[in-house]
């Protein structure tokens, strides 16, 4: 069964954060495991720099499998496959591909929003005091009618 418009834009969203939340508790068990090193414990920049490449790496790559899976799994979730126009002239292996990318695009941007604190808005800048040095005036037109 095809998907429509609102249930593929649904289905991506909440793939890209269930993706996004595996590979997170994926990197928060390997260190425990050693497969990983600890990034609080690496102290040199080099090696803390090879460390956070590790992460990433391993972080690309379940994202991928995971989204991978997915898509083997739900044939029908496409992203150009919405545009009814670009059916009949898309190739069959660009569809999957561009699908992949927005999933893997979608779970990187749901990881850098999830990371913001909860329920905590910025407070607002108080504007510093006006100082004035020299003479001031203040011309009150209305006390000379």
């Not at 609102?6 to 068990?29: D, K, P």
């Not at 979730?77 to 695009?105: A, E, R």
């Amino acid at each position: 069964m095809p998907l429509d418009g609102v249930s593929a834009l649904a289905l991506l969203l909440l793939s890209s954060f269930v993706i996004e939340r595996i590979v997170s508790g994926a990197l928060f068990v390997l260190p425990t495991l050693g497969v990983l090193p600890d990034l609080a414990q690496v102290d040199s920049k080099t090696a803390r720099a090879a460390a956070q490449r590790k992460y990433t790496y391993v972080r690309v790559f379940l994202s991928g499998a995971l989204v991978a899976a997915l898509l083997a799994q739900w044939k029908t979730l496409s992203v150009l496959g919405l545009f009814s126009q670009l059916s009949g002239q898309v190739p069959p292996w660009l569809d999957p591909t561009v699908t992949w990318v927005v999933l893997m695009g979608g779970a990187d941007r749901i990881a850098a929003f999830v990371k913001l604190p909860a329920g905590t808005a910025p407070e607002p800048q108080a504007d510093p005091p006006i100082q004035v040095a020299g003479t001031l005036v203040l011309d009150d037109h209305r006390a000379a009618k």
